[in-house]
T-cell receptor, first 115, second 112 residues
Framework: GAGVSQTPSNKVTEKGKYVELRCDPI?????LYWYRQSLGQGPEFLIY????????DSGLPNDRFFAVRPEGSVSTLKIQRTERGDSAVYLC?????????????FGPGTRLTVL | DQQVKQNSPSLSVQEGRISILNCDYT??????FLWYKKYPAEGPTFLIS?????DKNEDGRFTVFLNKSAKHLSLHIVPSQPGDSAVYFC???????????FGAGTQVVVTP
């Protein structure tokens, strides 16, 4: 079946602009995670959804970052007033349930470059 | 606060030999660990995991060892194959919701 998809695959924007990154999880997966991977580092947790609600948003770096999952499927990560430090690969993962029995399946990521 | 560390950024190994990747963690509350493999332009894919109630888990050519007292785990790949060339991430499960904390990764290159 289809895996996790993310669009766009690449996004170049200018400092101060607003961007939206989309994640389509695997059908039927109730858990959805966003991570951010900066150059030379491992993925860093941003936010977790169980269904439509954000169960844990403790990883969001500041209030410029916001994510939604209105119908419990597709999720959008929104970044306002982008800064050069926001440049990274944004990864989305979905899981059919809670760990440890259920592993996370990652999408290919969106590479965000803020000029 | 980086609680999962992979101190070797790269590893080069000959095809057919053993690859050993190391990972250290600082939080003794962590009780479940995973290894992910990542190819360029793809997302990480799950490889193997281990619970703290075990000290070893094996899946084909991949074996993960856990030393709780040393807060250390390692991934062994035997024999290494060219398709194993990738970045390997060690991760710890930090809560019951599935939040993972990753190490910085080790780039493995398997040479013919």
């Amino acid at each position: 079946g289809a895996g996790v998809s993310q669009t766009p695959s690449n996004k170049v924007t200018e400092k101060g602009k607003y961007v939206e990154l989309r994640c389509d999880p695997i059908s039927g997966h109730t858990a959805l995670y966003w991570y951010r991977q900066s150059l030379g580092q491992g993925p860093e947790f941003l936010i977790y959804f169980q269904g439509t609600g954000a169960a844990d948003d403790s990883g969001l770096p500041n209030d410029r970052f916001f994510a939604v999952r209105p119908e419990g499927s597709v999720s959008t990560l929104k970044i306002q007033r982008t800064e050069r430090g926001d440049s990274a690969v944004y990864l989305c993962a979905s899981s059919p349930g809670l760990p440890p029995e259920n592993t996370q399946y990652f999408g290919p990521g969106t590479r965000l470059t803020v000029l | 606060d980086q609680q999962v560390k992979q101190n070797s950024p790269s590893l080069s190994v000959q095809e057919g030999r053993i690859s050993i990747l190391n990972c250290d963690y600082t939080n003794s509350m962590f009780d479940y660990f995973l290894w992910y493999k990542k190819y360029p332009a793809e997302g990480p894919t799950f490889l193997i995991s281990i619970s703290s109630i075990k000290d070893k888990n094996e899946d084909g050519r991949f074996t993960v060892f856990l030393n709780k007292s040393a807060k250390h785990l390692s991934l062994h790949i035997v024999p290494s194959q060219p398709g194993d060339s990738a970045v390997y991430f060690c991760a710890a499960l930090t809560d019951s919701w599935g939040k993972l904390q990753f190490g910085a990764g080790t780039q493995v290159v398997v040479t013919p």
